[in-house]
Structures are given as structure tokens and as C-alpha cells.
């Protein structure tokens, strides 16, 4: 399993050793080991860089497919959620506001959500998106 996330020449490091990327990827590798029906990550790629981000989605997505996991994800990022969900459910002040395809949650939406304007969605990261996923990816 370090393997598949790409961490197998880490496998003998402690953790204060590995980036935050690196432990993030552990973590999935640790739910993974506990044959979970369904895996709950909160805000898996809060504080990492575009490119550690990057790998952890797409190690879960890779990982979850596999194994046909359900996998609910709890992000902030807008794209990224975009990108990688099968359904994604839009949350404002506790309550649901969008449950759909991502390709149904179009700008409009988006500000509607955020309760602001187009051009200030990028930086408004008050409200979460839950990215559910039921089985595979795609």
C-alpha cells in the first residue's frame, strides 16, 4: 500500500521526518489497512501545496476506485472538488443548497453558496463542499 501512494522509500522514516504531503498519504494508508466500507476524510489537503494536493486526491481517488469504497470528502476548494467528485453537496450556514453532479455547480451556484460575487469566489473559503463519493470515481 506505501507503494501505490508512492512512499515506500519512506517506509522506515519517523513521522516528524515526512512532509506534510507524506503523512497525509499515511494517513490513507492507515484507513485503508482498517478495510473500511466508507472513508471520511476532513479537509484532506488543508495546508498542502498545489502538488502534495494534487497527489493525495488523486491517491485517494486511485485507492477508493480500486477498492470500491465509498468516500466522503470535506473541502474547501472549489476545483479541486470539481475534479475529483462524482457528487458533490454545497453547504451554506448548516444547510444544503446544491447536491449534484459537478458539472451542474456552475458559477451562479457557486456565488449563491458563497453569497458573494463571481469574481470573489476564489478567495472565499468560509463554507465547506462536501465531494461525496459512492463507489468509483469518474
Same mark, same amino acid.
Request: net charge negative; aromatic share 4%.
Given at each position: ?30 484507513? %485503508? ?26 491517491h ?19 476545483e %479541486? ?6 457528487? %458533490? ?9 446544491f ?8 458559477q ?12 470573489? %469566489? ?17
Amino acid at each position: 500500500l506505501l507503494k501505490t501512494v508512492g512512499l515506500e522509500e519512506h517506509m522506515y522514516k519517523k513521522a516528524g521526518e515526512l512532509s506534510g504531503g507524506q503523512m497525509q498519504r499515511v494517513g490513507i494508508c492507515r484507513a %485503508i489497512m482498517q478495510k473500511p466500507d466508507l472513508i471520511l476524510a476532513d479537509e484532506p489537503i488543508a495546508s498542502l501545496d498545489p502538488k502534495s494536493s494534487k497527489k493525495v486526491m488523486s491517491h485517494l481517488k486511485a485507492i477508493t476506485e480500486e477498492r470500491g469504497l465509498t468516500c466522503l470528502v470535506n473541502l474547501h476548494q472549489v476545483e %479541486i472538488a470539481k475534479k475529483y467528485a462524482t457528487r %458533490i453537496i454545497g453547504v451554506k450556514a448548516g444547510e444544503i443548497v446544491f447536491d449534484g453532479l459537478p458539472s451542474g455547480l456552475t458559477q451562479d451556484v457557486i456565488a449563491h453558496i458563497y453569497d458573494t460575487q463571481d469574481d470573489e %469566489i476564489e478567495v472565499m473559503e468560509n463554507e465547506p463542499f462536501v465531494v461525496v463519493e459512492e463507489g468509483v470515481y469518474g
